[in-house]
T-cell receptor
Framework: AQKITQTQPGMFVQEKEAVTLDCTYDTSDQSYGLFWYKQPSSGEMIFLIY??????QNATEGRYSLNFQKARKSANLVISASQLGVSAMYFCAMRVFSGGYQKVTFGIGTKLQVIP | GAVVSQHPSRVICKSGTSVKIECRSL??????MFWYRQFPKQSLMLMAT?????????EQGVEKDKFLINHASLTLSTLTVTSAHPEDSSFYIC????????????FGPGTRLTVL
């Protein structure tokens, strides 16, 4: 069974500071993808970044980078220079392909609030 | 933790047929359920928000006559793709928000729809 664990239900970060959101995963599949979404209060899900299990380099997208530690099964999201617009819920998720089926597993999310 | 299931996990149908996808909250009551469609490159589009006992609220650009959403009980919401066409092929994900909960959102494992 697949599992995503986000241990920080809520976090505060000072504006212009960097912040790391934790995500650990568990799967027996060798091929999987990890991704992060941002959900503002409107409910939409904004895709931030993707890391494939066979990707050797950590993914980066603008101010977002994914610290992928395969041996530790962690995929932490690093947000550099937080701005007020960064305040939102952040979800870590994993997608696996198993026996012709596809399954996605989401974490419970981390609520990030930026302090001016 | 709270569990959300989706059924079926995978469905293949002919063009022109209708397909129903179920989303159930297994151990909690969900006053609000969300339906998302995941596109290639992981982007997740919010299609509609359904509240138990009332009409769903559709996002701009989503055809409500094509994607029928019913939230008949506190544990079940259904998405019916009517007269499906190949361009409707996608990965559909539902999520549920617990009644009285602290805005926590729990995601289903997704349904892969393939329209031939």
């Amino acid at each position: 069974a697949q599992k995503i664990t986000q241990t920080q239900p809520g976090m505060f970060v000072q504006e212009k500071e960097a912040v790391t959101l934790d995500c650990t995963y568990d799967t027996s599949d060798q091929s999987y993808g990890l991704f992060w979404y941002k959900q503002p209060s409107s409910g939409e899900m904004i895709f931030l970044i993707y890391q494939g299990s066979y990707d050797e380099q950590n993914a980066t997208e603008g101010r977002y980078s994914l610290n992928f530690q395969k041996a530790r099964k962690s995929a932490n999201l690093v947000i550099s220079a937080s701005q007020l617009g960064v305040s939102a819920m952040y979800f870590c998720a994993m997608r696996v392909f198993s026996g012709g089926y596809q399954k996605v597993t989401f974490g419970i999310g981390t609520k990030l609030q930026v302090i001016p | 933790g709270a569990v959300v299931s989706q059924h079926p996990s995978r469905v293949i149908c002919k063009s022109g047929t209708s397909v129903k996808i179920e989303c159930r909250s297994l151990d909690f009551q969900a006053t609000t359920m969300f339906w998302y469609r995941q596109f290639p490159k992981q982007s997740l589009m919010l299609m509609a928000t359904s509240n138990e006992g009332s009409k769903a609220t559709y996002e701009q650009g989503v055809e409500k006559d094509k994607f029928l959403i019913n939230h008949a009980s506190l544990t079940l919401s259904t998405l019916t793709v009517t007269s499906a066409h190949p361009e409707d092929s996608s990965f559909y994900i539902c999520s549920a928000r617990e009644a009285g909960g602290d805005n926590e959102q729990f995601f289903g494992p997704g349904t892969r729809l393939t329209v031939l």
